[in-house]
Protein backbone atom coordinates (compact mmCIF):
# COMPACT_ATOMS: atom_id res chain seq x y z
CA UNK A 1 0.00 0.00 0.00
CA UNK A 2 2.58 2.43 0.90
CA UNK A 3 4.69 1.89 -2.27
CA UNK A 4 1.34 2.45 -4.53
CA UNK A 5 0.95 5.56 -2.83
CA UNK A 6 4.30 6.61 -3.41
CA UNK A 7 4.31 5.65 -7.22
CA UNK A 8 1.02 7.48 -7.15
CA UNK A 9 2.44 10.64 -5.67
CA UNK A 10 5.52 10.14 -7.98
CA UNK A 11 3.80 10.31 -11.42
CA UNK A 12 1.47 12.59 -10.36
CA UNK A 13 4.62 15.33 -9.53
CA UNK A 14 5.84 14.15 -12.72
CA UNK A 15 2.69 14.95 -14.74
CA UNK A 16 2.57 18.56 -12.91
CA UNK A 17 5.88 19.49 -14.23
CA UNK A 18 5.61 17.98 -17.63
CA UNK A 19 2.13 19.58 -18.31
CA UNK A 20 3.87 23.34 -17.50
CA UNK A 21 6.46 22.25 -20.47
CA UNK A 22 3.87 21.19 -22.82
CA UNK A 23 1.49 23.53 -21.94
CA UNK A 24 3.81 26.62 -22.04
CA UNK A 25 3.13 27.73 -25.38
CA UNK A 26 -0.80 27.15 -25.00
CA UNK A 27 -1.38 29.11 -22.40
CA UNK A 28 -0.94 32.89 -21.67
CA UNK A 29 -0.99 35.01 -18.88
CA UNK A 30 -1.84 38.70 -18.83
CA UNK A 31 0.80 41.14 -17.59
CA UNK A 32 -1.11 41.84 -14.41
CA UNK A 33 -1.33 37.92 -13.38
CA UNK A 34 2.76 37.61 -14.59
CA UNK A 35 3.52 40.29 -12.21
CA UNK A 36 1.34 38.96 -9.25
CA UNK A 37 2.67 35.18 -9.22
CA UNK A 38 6.01 36.04 -7.69
CA UNK A 39 4.50 37.86 -5.06
CA UNK A 40 1.90 35.24 -4.62
CA UNK A 41 5.26 32.82 -3.94
CA UNK A 42 6.72 35.33 -1.51
CA UNK A 43 3.66 35.13 0.65
CA UNK A 44 2.60 31.46 0.64
CA UNK A 45 6.05 30.84 2.11
CA UNK A 46 5.59 33.73 4.26
CA UNK A 47 2.65 32.45 5.55
CA UNK A 48 3.82 28.72 5.76
CA UNK A 49 7.24 30.07 7.61
CA UNK A 50 4.98 32.05 9.86
CA UNK A 51 3.12 29.08 10.74
CA UNK A 52 6.03 26.79 11.33
CA UNK A 53 7.23 29.89 14.07
CA UNK A 54 3.99 29.99 16.10
CA UNK A 55 2.38 27.29 15.87
CA UNK A 56 2.51 23.71 17.60
CA UNK A 57 0.06 21.47 15.64
CA UNK A 58 -3.04 23.41 16.42
CA UNK A 59 -2.00 24.90 19.94
CA UNK A 60 0.64 28.10 19.97
CA UNK A 61 4.03 27.21 20.56
CA UNK A 62 4.74 29.27 23.17
CA UNK A 63 7.24 32.48 23.43
CA UNK A 64 10.39 30.62 23.33
CA UNK A 65 10.10 29.20 19.59
CA UNK A 66 9.11 32.93 18.32
CA UNK A 67 12.17 34.53 19.94
CA UNK A 68 14.59 32.37 18.65
CA UNK A 69 12.93 32.51 14.94
CA UNK A 70 13.33 36.68 16.09
CA UNK A 71 16.41 36.08 17.03
CA UNK A 72 17.34 33.99 13.43
CA UNK A 73 15.86 36.74 11.43
CA UNK A 74 17.45 39.29 12.95
CA UNK A 75 21.11 37.77 12.70
CA UNK A 76 19.96 36.88 9.08
CA UNK A 77 19.15 40.02 8.27
CA UNK A 78 22.25 41.55 9.54
CA UNK A 79 23.91 38.69 7.34
CA UNK A 80 25.42 36.68 9.94
CA UNK A 81 26.89 33.50 9.08
CA UNK A 82 24.64 30.53 9.06
CA UNK A 83 25.63 28.65 11.37
CA UNK A 84 25.65 31.82 13.44
CA UNK A 85 22.28 32.01 12.64
CA UNK A 86 20.96 28.37 13.85
CA UNK A 87 23.03 28.23 16.60
CA UNK A 88 21.62 31.82 18.09
CA UNK A 89 17.95 30.62 17.40
CA UNK A 90 18.11 27.56 18.69
CA UNK A 91 20.52 28.34 21.98
CA UNK A 92 17.68 31.86 22.57
CA UNK A 93 14.56 29.25 22.67
CA UNK A 94 16.55 26.88 24.45
CA UNK A 95 17.56 29.75 27.67
CA UNK A 96 13.89 30.61 27.17
CA UNK A 97 12.31 27.15 27.81
CA UNK A 98 15.23 26.46 30.66
CA UNK A 99 13.90 29.59 32.07
CA UNK A 100 10.50 28.07 32.31
CA UNK A 101 8.54 29.80 29.18
CA UNK A 102 6.96 27.64 27.03
Excluded: C, H, N
Excluded at 12 to 24: D, E, H, N, W
Amino acid sequence: MLIAAIIALGAGTYAIRLSGVLLRDRLELSPALQRLLPMAAAALLAALAGTAALMAGTEFAGVARPAGVAVGALLAWRKAPFVLVVVAAAATAALLRLAGLP
